[in-house]
């Protein structure tokens, strides 16, 4: 994928600036932070990665992040990790590409990967899927199990990610407030912030001109118990 910025898109320059701490992007995946650093690969490791390489401790990149909860999903369906690091190892031979799994669009039926291949060949057709995990094996036929969580530029990178589920107003996008979990714009952490201050929900959700629910599923993202009040 080209990355050359543009006059218009210099929040791209964002995409790989280390800004999220390993337990935050396994809270948002629902992963353990031991599973994150594990599938990342270490400076001078030989063994066949999972995802990019990344030292000891160092935090995550958006593009690194948004690996992660990729990986998260694929996972989730059942897909292997040895058919993982298969499409990963094919994909950054093929085409370069150092975080694959934010870059492109991917879909899997929980045994294979698959991409679109006019991702790669603008003459493959909507309905030519190429299987990353099976070496670019194509196939012509309709997958069920495309990632709906996450929402794709036109040149394939994921620019949001629905953190909290497509269901929720939750989203992670490198354009809006850096990058942090955020609701029409606001991250989540200001509306504990305000909570913790001993703001009412009406208050917040009136000064921020959202309704009580967003500010609702805020709280409990930052891990807010309301069932038991303040505490």
Do not use: C
């Amino acid at each position: 994928m080209n990355m050359a910025l543009q006059p218009h898109d210099f929040w791209r320059s964002r995409l790989f600036i280390p800004n999220y701490k390993i337990r935050d992007a396994a809270r948002y995946a629902h992963l353990s932070s031991q599973t994150v650093a594990n599938w990342h690969t270490r400076p001078g490791s030989n063994k066949k990665a999972t995802l990019s390489t990344k030292a000891t401790g160092a935090a995550l990149s958006y593009l690194q992040l948004i690996e992660v909860a990729v990986v998260a999903s694929f996972r989730k369906t059942g897909l292997s990790l040895k058919k993982i690091k298969s499409a990963r190892e094919y994909l950054g031979t093929q085409l370069q590409a150092e975080y694959p799994f934010a870059e492109y669009r991917f879909k899997t039926d929980g045994k294979e990967l698959w991409m679109d291949y006019a991702q790669i060949e603008a003459l493959g057709g909507d309905k030519t899927l190429l299987s990353a995990s099976q070496n670019g094996q194509l196939a012509w036929t309709d997958i069920i199990g495309k990632l709906q969580e996450f929402e794709y530029e036109d040149d394939g990178l994921a620019i949001k990610w629905h953190v909290a589920g497509i269901e929720r107003d939750i989203v992670i996008d490198p354009r809006i407030q850096f990058g942090a979990p955020a609701i029409d714009g606001v991250p989540t952490w200001v509306f504990k912030g305000r909570w913790d201050a001993g703001e009412h929900l009406d208050e917040i959700a009136d000064d921020f001109g959202v309704p009580n629910s967003a500010v609702t599923q805020a709280l409990q993202f930052e891990g807010v118990d309301l069932e038991f009040g303040r505490g």
